[in-house]
């Protein structure tokens, strides 16, 4: 017969291991997030609480900082999936710790994206737009007027092995200036779902690999934030699959 002492710690043992499995699960399989800000992501509300896969590009890592802590079994997102991703234009908090956002794919590594001098952004040449090319891992971009300005954010916040600025439109990286420059990752250009709004790629910077957590695969519920509690849940958002 067991002991009440026993019993305790088998109590005891038993939840500390449900625990442990949670966690490991919300960390490599699928976390849960709540959309706490009215997003600019299309298929999104405010409320939501959406499912991510963090499986759908190759397993990420908790330790992101360690050099040999790359996502196993790398697949690149595809053009119009939503993701999850830290804020690449966090300098102030570690990786893991820097804000979960919601944004559309909208080009890969390899694709280029046109640019005006104010700003604006097609996906198509269009005259008085610039052609950017979204760097590729070990792939040399070539450094232009307009291009020179992400590509050394990118390299500063990114790419650790090199100190980069900027001297007019000129690109200096370790002091020199560099006509190309080739990164150790790939690069996205994630952008909030509406092409007028600037909440994208030219506003928090190119999206590294290693800063996407997933695929938002779902919502799982959702609600209605400061309605009444009878009309608070959104009975049609509810396992909803993205």
Known sequence: MLTRR????????AFAAVTLLLWLVSVTVATEYTVVSPPRVGQLMEGDRVVVSRLSYGLRLPWPG???SRRLSYRRPERGDIMAFNL???SLHTLLSRPVVFGTCLALPGDTVYVSRTGLLRRTPSRGF????????????????????????????HEPCHTAALKGDTLMVDGHSAEFIAFTQDYFWAYSGAQSDKFDSRFFGLLPESHIIGRVVGIFFSLRPHAPLRSRLRAGRMFKAI
């Open 6 to 13: 026993k019993v305790v710690w088998t109590a005891v043992i």
């Open 130 to 157: 610039f052609p950017f090319a979204i760097p590729a891992r070990d792939v040399p971009v070539r450094v232009t007027p307009w291009n020179a300005s992400l590509l050394c954010s990118a390299l500063n916040l």
């Open 88 to 90: 690449p234009s966090d």
């Open 66 to 68: 360690l050099q040999f």
